[in-house]
């Protein structure tokens, strides 16, 4: 990365990117599928992606690790898609289904979901287990790498 230009995988269609930072903000599209490199929502990626998020994406990267039979997960859905409503683009957040990626897990030490574990260029600067309101997320995250919101 330069000091005026960065990396972002695609969440739509996986591809690395190139940008200017100065257009972070103005709705950045991918070179390859044309697809908004952010929409306000989280990606949802598999164990593959992930990583490619991890290693190339240099903004930090939120990961919610849930499974769809968790109730406090489901109850966290909607507060993590306000949390990309208001941390894009100066970060990504994605989402991956704990019970497709249990090498992931281990990984990370991840014992209870929802987990949310926090990176910056690819290491993991936080991570937090348990459903939380939108504020206090956001306070989390900011309290880690001091993104704005």
Not at 4 to 12: G, H, I
Not at 47 to 60: E, M, Y
Not at 91 to 105: H, Q, S
Not at 110 to 126: D, H
Request: proline share 9%; hydrophobic share 45%; net charge positive.
């Amino acid at each position: 990365m330069t000091e005026t230009t960065l990396t972002l995988v695609c969440p739509s269609c996986q591809s690395i990117n190139r940008l200017p930072i100065a257009r972070l903000a103005a709705g950045p599209r991918c070179g390859s599928c044309h697809a908004r490199l952010f929409d306000g929502h989280p990606a949802e990626v598999d164990a593959a992606g992930f990583d490619r998020h991890l290693q190339h994406d240099q903004i930090p990267v939120l990961a919610d690790l849930w499974a769809p039979w968790c109730g406090p997960c489901r109850a966290m859905a909607p507060i993590f898609v306000q949390a990309a409503a208001r941390l894009e683009p100066q970060m990504r957040l994605i989402k991956l289904n704990a019970d497709t990626a249990p090498a992931i897990l281990a990984r990370f030490g991840v014992r209870s979901i929802p987990n949310l574990l926090l990176f910056r260029n690819g290491t993991p600067i936080g991570q937090t287990a348990g459903a939380m309101p939108l504020e206090q997320m956001v306070h989390w995250v900011q309290s880690h790498c001091g993104a704005p919101a």
